[in-house]
């Protein structure tokens, strides 16, 4: 695993490296030219401009060997120490972003923004996953009925439509046409006002309906799916002739059964959710981690970039462990043969 | 795993009223998408960011088909052409383009352009005017095109903006019962008593007088502007959406179905080859499989568009790459089972070589298996292009539906009601990826024969 977590940052790294070091030295450069016409006193020595010139060169390639930026990006001192930095969580500062309290340290930026982050996504994937067992299970206890038709409908109409489209539409809708929610999803009081909680979940409101508008459908067949296949093995079909009420068998005797693979799959949809809120987050606005990802990216703000990907793919493998424990402690049978 | 032979398979789908009914959907889609090729010139895509071929188009206005539905009939977006008469009179030639047109909207037109290409020499004298339902004739400009000694090609576009018009319907005031504080349009379609549309048959007429020759006119229309246009309305830029909505068809087909195909491929060669050596080539193959299945998919997608290209086709290729790791996954545990059946063993025993082995016998029997995943891939790489192009990453070069989106969400098209600048594409997405998920799902479901109970 960490490995993988290496690999994801070289491929990072090198993917941004090469332009990275393009900004750093113009930098430089920029940083250099203004230190000197600064000080009139350096430009009064000098008879004619080129010499001038050469002495102002001379200067930046001083700086740039001092900041080790005139060995390539792929050297592998520069590597190791990019990577060490990652590493121990230093991520360096922001060229362009700072944080709401106005910090440009890339982690303290990002550690402002991943709450918000989980908080939207948690709160809407606890809210799908109940409404999804409970459908699913609903469903699979009868098969072809109406409620079962709906769900597997719903799931796949509601499978193919893109998330930030209908975040497009409710917006729309619901804050245009009939003025219920704001538009934009990052609420207008300061953090420190005491009525911000409840403005962030009244502006929250938008997002989760429609995160859990889209996502429930695929769930509830999901669920129905295993609880079909666990209502055929023969200890249900043997609680049946002993004769348990099938809603019982349904809701604690298949269900629990069908515990394993859900948990599973709810562990990873969490971490899911996390790469595709950079979209939907974009749509409303959401002051998260997905929107400063998008930032980054369109001002190029590497730093932050590499520093979110980073955490990105800490949280994924995080939480592919975390579904891997999970299924061993709900399906013993793992634990023993491996 | 269970063997199906393809003709069963075949009887099994024709059965499944889902799959019909995504083939229909389908193969509506790749008949609009031959349409749209055959018949709308390229050019209308290669300049579809270029702003200059649009500006005879209305701004932002809603389809035409609205006035079906809506009670107050909104003015539509009209581009008229002349019929030209020319007559010789006394020494003096007289070209006269009249444009026609039944007016009976319940708004004004908001305002509009008259746009000539002529070839003349010598000078001419220019008058417009309209006639209007009501048989008052309004005298709107008088004018000469630039005098020239030989013959020229000469553009010119007359604006109702235009002050010397207003100057000129100034002279009428006295025949009209309200104040002229609105625009041209607004009193050249009014009625006399009061402010409000006069129905019925306007005329507008271009004359031009010369002494020696009549002038030739190579090209004329009249943009009447509107705030109706076309089948899908028009964009902020003014471009007409059902152009880029049909050349986002045979797009998004393309992306999705190539994606799907390729990584298909490569994800069962792959699982198919790990699983088939088994020990440590399968062991290492896994383990890069693990690697890129634990690559956070968005926002590597997102960093290659930015770092490398965001060229379609290099898109094609980056979608691939994440998206071969799940099939090589099930593909492997298929053919780990299907390795230890006997005529496996008996092709290994007569020496066959291995990649005849996997290639003649391991890899038709998860044919069928294939077929689902392709149709069951293909909305998801739909939709993650689209997101791209939502994001503003996708190629400028291509209109896709996604980039139409981008368009109207950085226009704030949701704020100010555009409504049919968001719908359709989205629409439009979900049902390409319906089709295919009926299909995936009708063939999933033979393949997979536990589902159906």
């Known amino acids: ?338 | 795993m269970s063997s199906v032979s393809t003709q069963e398979i075949k009887t099994e789908f024709l059965k499944s009223k889902l799959g019909l009914t995504g083939i229909f959907i389908l193969s509506g889609l790749i008949l609009v998408s031959i349409i749209t090729i055959s018949v709308i010139p390229a050019s209308t895509f290669q300049e579809w960011n270029n702003p200059e071929k649009w500006i005879s188009y209305p701004k932002t206005s809603v389809p035409s088909w609205v006035n079906f539905i809506s009670a107050d009939k909104i003015p539509e977006h009209k581009i008229l052409e002349p019929e030209i008469f020319q007559s010789q009179d006394n020494g003096i030639f007289l070209t006269s383009q009249q444009f026609g047109v039944f007016f009976d909207y319940d708004d004004f037109p908001s305002d509009f352009i008259i746009e000539m290409k002529t070839k003349y020499s010598d000078s001419h004298l220019v008058q417009i005017k309209v006639i209007r339902p009501d048989g008052i004739i309004l005298e709107l400009l008088s004018t000469s095109l630039p005098y020239s000694n030989s013959d020229t090609i000469h553009n010119q576009r007359y604006f109702s903006t235009d002050s010397m018009i207003k100057k000129n319907l100034n002279m009428y005031k006295n025949d009209f019962q309200f104040d002229f504080l609105s625009g041209t349009t607004e009193i050249i379609f009014s009625e006399l008593n009061k402010n409000e549309i006069q129905k019925g048959n306007y005329i507008f007429v271009i004359d031009t007088y010369g002494t020696k020759e009549p002038i030739e006119v190579l090209d004329s229309k009249l943009v009447l502007g509107g705030k109706a246009y076309g089948l899908m309305g028009t964009d902020e830029l003014r471009r007409d959406l059902a152009i880029g909505l049909l050349w986002g068809t045979p797009l998004s087909l393309f992306i999705g179905i190539s994606v799907s195909i390729g990584s298909v491929v490569v994800g069962l060669v792959y699982g198919v080859y790990s699983g088939y050596r088994g020990k440590k080539t399968d062991e290492v193959m896994m383990r890069f499989n693990d690697v890129i299945y634990a690559l956070p998919a968005l926002p590597f997608l997102i960093i290659l568009a930015v770092t490398i290209s965001n060229s379609i086709f290099l898109m094609i290729g980056f979608l691939m790459i994440f998206s071969w790791v799940g099939i090589a996954k099930v593909s492997r545990s298929m053919s780990l089972q299907i390795k230890t059946r006997q005529y496996i063993e008996a092709a290994k025993i007569m020496g066959q070589k291995d990649s005849k082995i996997i290639f003649r016998h391991i890899l038709p029997q998860l044919l069928p298996y294939a077929f689902a995943s392709i149709a069951i891939s293909v909305p998801a790489a739909i939709t993650t292009e689209a997101g791209l192009s939502f994001l503003g990453l996708g190629d400028p070069s291509f209109p896709t539906w996604g980039q139409i989106l981008h368009d109207a969400n950085t226009y704030g098209a949701a704020a100010q009601g555009f409504w049919w600048w968001i719908v359709p594409p989205g629409i439009l997405i979900a049902i390409t990826g319906l089709a295919f998920v009926f299909i995936g799902n009708a063939l999933d479901a033979i393949v997979n024969p536990k589902l159906k109970r």
Not at chain 1, 3 to 22: E, F, K, Q, W, Y
Not at chain 1, 197 to 208: D, F, N
Request: charged share 15%.
């Open chain 1, 1 to 338: 695993m960490f490995g993988v977590l290496m690999i994801t940052l070289l491929l990072t790294i090198s993917l941004v490296g090469s332009n990275m070091d393009t900004i750093l030295k113009q930098g430089v450069i920029y940083q250099v030219r203004a230190e000197i016409t600064e000080n009139t006193t350096i430009a009064q020595g000098f008879n004619n401009p080129e010499e001038f010139e050469k002495f102002v060169q001379q200067k930046i390639d001083e700086r740039i060997e001092t900041l080790g930026l005139d060995t390539p990006w792929y050297s592998p001192q520069r590597l190791g120490y990019t990577m060490y930095k990652i590493l121990i969580l230093d991520f360096g500062n922001a060229t362009f972003l700072t944080s709401d309290s106005g910090s440009s340290n890339v982690g303290e930026i990002i550690f402002e923004k991943m709450p918000k982050t989980i908080l939207l996504f948690t709160t809407a994937t606890i809210i799908i996953s109940i409404i999804g067992i409970v459908l699913g299970a609903a469903s699979s206890n009868k098969i072809g009925s109406k409620t079962d038709r709906i769900t597997s409908t719903f799931a796949v109409i509601s499978s193919s439509f893109p998330v930030w489209w209908i975040g497009m539409l409710m917006i729309f809708v619901f804050a245009f046409v009939y003025q219920i929610f704001p538009a934009r999803a990052t609420p207008s009081i300061e953090p420190d006002d005491p009525g911000y909680i409840l403005a962030l979940l009244y502006h929250m409101a938008l997002p989760v309906i429609t995160i859990v508008l889209i996502g429930f459908g695929a769930w509830a067949y999901l669920v129905r799916n295993f609880m079909v296949g666990i209502m055929q093995e023969d200890f249900i079909s043997a609680k049946k002739t002993i004769g348990i009420s099938r809603k019982k068998i349904v809701y604690s005797h298949a269900l629990r059964n069908a515990a394993p693979p859900i948990v599973t799959i709810l562990a990873l949809s969490l971490s899911g959710s996390l790469g595709g809120a950079i979209i939907t987050e974009a749509v409303f606005d959401w002051p998260g981690m997905g929107r400063l990802y998008f930032e980054a990216i369109s001002v190029m703000d590497l730093p932050v970039i590499i520093g979110s990907t980073y955490i990105l793919t800490v949280l994924f493998l995080v939480s592919i462990f975390i579904a891997d424990l999970l299924y061993g402690y709900f399906d013993p049978r793992v634990r023993t043969s491996s």
